[in-house]
């Protein structure tokens, strides 16, 4: 089959869009000029939105009902409906991906974020809400100057980077459930125009979509391809890893939509599984909005996993099980025969409209003339504003890891530096700081431009054409490194190693870059810098043990800000304090096949298990981890805490698991857990000697891995920016059934009696859990 339609690259844009002839205004229902919008009572603002849809629906013939699911729905002239474009994309940034966003005419730009796997770097939920706020406003800058034909957004990406290969996991917040389940709640309120706590407002900014539901985390492996994968998860890692983001984003962060994805879970296509999209999304978490499908992944229910025998087996499949909108035209193209064999009723379109049509009401493309609106004031000149390329430099400073320092290499002091050796393929491309999924950014910039402003006698070569790497110009390298006072190298992976589509084979950097690396350091006269842009875990186990070279810093794929914030690291204007997303595993964690999906180790059988939270294997860098220029202390205050007398604060009859020391948390309401939470409190000290913004990570351990429990647990963090020598207190609200909890083999949530630790540092808390 093509290439589905979300894999299309920014090419689209810039090479087809010319062609359209764009409005002035922006495209809007229900328009008080016209005369006949006075007899429709779906324009009625004043009447609640489901009477409004149930109205316009009425309206309609069959044919037009089924022209509006596919990603490109038509106009319907004769209601004054306009053409709608569904799919575009804003992962960090607006995108011009996809067909909604157009930068043609005054706006040509917009801020470009970091890769969301650095952004997630900086533990900060913070920023991730501010990011989400200003892709929602920019967004409807564009709309309101004319120049969009939707404001629908596929993004985030919250599925958990289970595989170090996956050559999606850069646009992840990580591997961590929790940290994911944060960033999809926060980014989604800010997007959405909610505030930080979350109101759930029903008026949209911009709508958000949660991808890929779920168990979607390989691409092209070892001959398997995402379309026919067929991934087999337990029902304990469902509930514990796959599914809480997805959770988070629809009942915390009050998406209004979930994208499901190409493959299937346990034999059943996603797109086609009643009891995900219906019994859990809709109707469990009570997602408020609509389903869409993963470009032409309804095609793939009959044509890559052969579910369904036709065409109209697998729309009627998709839309009885609860798709609302197809990424394609396969439904628009089957939808009618489909009707008339007895596959489909009108009734299961008419429920996929309902989602759609008041989506677009909560967006306000049904209340007349947008000049009029909540959002109208948002003019062209709040894109790329001063503060939101302010926000890009501060996402990227904070999400940078400091992943070595030996002798205080960095930072480096300007006044000092009188000659500098700037060597590698990533040191002067613009495109390799973006990452995929990224729109035309606001200004370009790359880190060796930087360092020459820096550094008024810098001297560069790339080394190696690209990330690839092969062959190497060695001996220029080394004789470059020789002849200056310090040397920064610029290396890592790019998207020809690791994209959508394309999962990685090896952790070690590609082609001659650790022999090109290696060789510099050994020539240069200081310790060497190392800066690493890639956005999946690289194995340079030799470059944490060379002694020759001094720090190595990874930076992700930054941004448009990524060069600027790169040399305030090195040169000490910025204190990083990024920690690690993901583990980083050695080469050896290859062998383990990407296809297995199970978390959990398996001694018996020698699988090692996966994260930080399973894998019992040696890392070069743990999940977490992260190095800063100054030190920092923890110690919990003896006021936390530390006994919870379970008969003391609930009535335990109904929810005490027979001959077990257990209790039921998935029967448990919420007023009982309520009842159980308690504050716990982290002294943090800065120690110099700088100052510093630094994320304090809660996690939980238990006193054993029995029963499936992880050996650790993420349960909380948060941001602190402390100056040298300040302390400051850090309260956390635990809450047992959410944080102390573990998940049983069938996916119900248990709490045990018994000891629980909480850990931060290397600092310890005991809590225990009685009758």
């Not at 040509?108 to 939920?125: C, E, G, W």
Request: hydrophobic share 35%; with cysteine; charged share 20%.
């Amino acid at each position: 089959m093509g290439i589905p339609r979300e894999f299309h690259c920014l090419l689209f844009s810039v090479l087809l869009l010319p062609s359209l002839v764009l409005s002035v205004d922006p495209p809007f229902a229900c328009d008080l000029s016209t005369p006949s919008t006075k007899s429709f009572t779906f324009c009625e603002t004043t009447l609640p939105i489901d009477k409004r849809v149930d109205d316009l629906i009425s309206r309609l013939t069959l044919e037009e009902k089924i022209s509006q699911l596919g990603d490109s729905a038509p106009s319907i002239p004769r209601l004054g409906v306009p053409a709608y474009e569904w799919w575009s994309e804003s992962l960090h940034g607006v995108s011009n991906w996809g067909r909604g966003m157009h930068f043609i005419g005054p706006i040509r730009t917009a801020t470009s974020f970091p890769q969301v796997i650095l952004t997630a770097a900086s533990f900060n939920p913070q920023i991730w809400y501010q990011i989400g706020q200003v892709i929602g406003t920019e967004a409807r800058a564009i709309y309101n100057n004319g120049q969009a034909q939707g404001l629908t957004f596929w993004a985030p990406n919250v599925n958990i980077f289970r595989d170090p290969r996956w050559g999606r996991g850069q646009e992840t917040p990580g591997e961590d459930p929790v940290t994911a389940s944060k960033y999809a709640a926060s980014f989604v309120r800010g997007l959405q125009g909610d505030s930080f706590e979350g109101g759930s407002s029903a008026e949209l900014k911009a709508s958000a979509c949660c991808k890929h539901y779920t168990a979607y985390d390989m691409d092209n492996w070892g001959g398997k391809s995402r379309f026919t994968f067929d991934a087999i998860v337990s029902a304990q890692d469902l509930e514990d890893t796959y599914q809480p983001p997805f959770k988070s984003c629809v009942e915390e962060g009050r998406a209004s939509c979930i994208m499901c994805s190409y493959n299937s879970v346990n034999g059943v296509p996603t797109c086609a599984d009643s009891n995900l999209l219906s019994k859990t999304a809709r109707d469990s978490w009570g997602l408020y909005g609509y389903i869409a499908s993963d470009c032409d992944a309804v095609a793939t229910i009959r044509d890559a996993h052969v579910y369904a025998k036709t065409p109209e087996d697998a729309v009627g499949d998709a839309l009885k099980a609860g798709l609302d909108l197809d990424c394609g035209n396969y439904v628009q193209e089957y939808a009618m025969s489909a009707v008339q064999q007895g596959k489909l009723s009108e009734e299961d379109i008419n429920r996929a409209l309902r989602n759609l049509i008041s989506t677009r009401m909560r967006l306000g493309l049904f209340n007349g003339n947008p000049a009029s609106q909540l959002y109208s004031n948002i003019a062209p000149n709040q894109v790329c504003t001063q503060k939101h390329q302010d926000l890009a430099l501060e996402a990227a400073r904070d999400g940078i890891v400091l992943l070595k320092n030996s002798i205080n290499t960095l930072p480096l002091s300007r006044s000092k530096v009188t000659s500098l050796g700037v060597i590698g393929p990533n040191a002067n491309s613009v495109m390799k700081l973006i990452g995929n999924y990224a729109g035309p950014p606001c200004k370009y910039i790359t880190p060796l431009q930087v360092l020459q402003s820096y550094v008024k006698d810098t001297r560069y070569l790339s080394g190696c054409d690209t990330a690839a790497c092969n062959p190497s110009s060695v001996s220029e390298a080394v004789q470059l490194a020789s002849s200056v006072d310090y040397v920064v190298m610029f290396m890592g992976l790019d998207q020809d190693q690791e994209r959508e589509g394309l999962d990685r084979v090896n952790l070690v950097l590609p082609g001659m870059q650790q022999s090109l690396i290696t060789s510099v350091a050994r020539a240069a006269k200081r310790p060497v810098i190392l800066v690493l842009l890639c956005g999946g875990p690289v194995d340079i186990t030799f470059a944490k043990y060379e002694e020759k070279i001094g720090s190595i810093l990874w930076a992700g794929y930054p941004g448009e800000a990524g060069g600027l914030a790169i040399a305030q690291v090195i040169f000490g204007e910025h204190n990083p304090g990024g920690k690690l997303p993901v583990t980083w595993y050695p080469q050896s964690f290859t062998s383990v096949p990407m296809t297995n999906m199970r978390m959990r180790a398996d001694p018996a059988s020698g699988y090692p298990g996966r994260t930080y939270r399973f894998y019992t294997g040696k890392t070069v860098f743990d999940f977490g981890y992260g190095l800063s220029f100054s030190n920092y202390s923890y110690q919990f205050s003896a006021e936390s805490e530390n006994t919870i007398y379970m008969n003391k604060l609930i009535s335990l009859g109904a929810f005490k698991m027979s001959d077990t020391l257990s209790y039921n948390i998935t029967s448990m309401d919420s007023e009982a857990c309520e009842k159980l939470k308690f504050s716990t409190v982290v002294g943090v000290k800065n120690h110099g000697p700088m100052d510093g913004k630094h994320p304090v990570l809660l996690f939980l351990r238990w006193p054993n891995v029995l029963h499936g429990r992880p050996m650790k647990q993420l349960i909380g963090f948060q941001s602190v920016h402390l100056k040298a020598g300040e302390r400051t207190d850090v309260k956390f609200v635990v809450s047992p059934c959410k944080h102390l909890s573990r998940t049983n083999i069938d996916g119900a949530k248990v709490l045990d009696q018994g000891s629980h630790f909480l850990v931060t540092g290397k600092k310890e808390y005991q809590i225990s859990i009685m009758a």
